[in-house]
């Protein structure tokens, strides 16, 4: 394989708490990237565990899609990197 193909992840969404946006809602996405040298991920950051910010902006997992999953099998990522997230950064 000599080309690098991207694929999006819809790994979530969450509700903006700001008053401009409140009601609405903002998606988390992930990509995997097959490579020449294998999968490489990357998250976005949007996560869990931060009780603040779970409360804040009440995210909601999805799963991939089993057709994605079967386009890029993430089980053989080589690499992964993640970034943080900006609310984390305001919190």
Known sequence: MNETEIVPLDLGE?????????????????????????????DTGFGFGNEELDRTYHPVARPVSPRKRRRMPTQN????????????RCA
């Open 14 to 42: 969450f509700q903006f708490p700001d008053p401009t946006l409140a009601g609405r809602r903002g998606v988390v996405v992930g990509y995997a990237v097959r490579h020449p040298a294998g999968i490489f991920l990357f």
């Open 77 to 88: 990522a080589q690499r992964t990197a993640r970034t943080p997230s900006p609310a984390s």
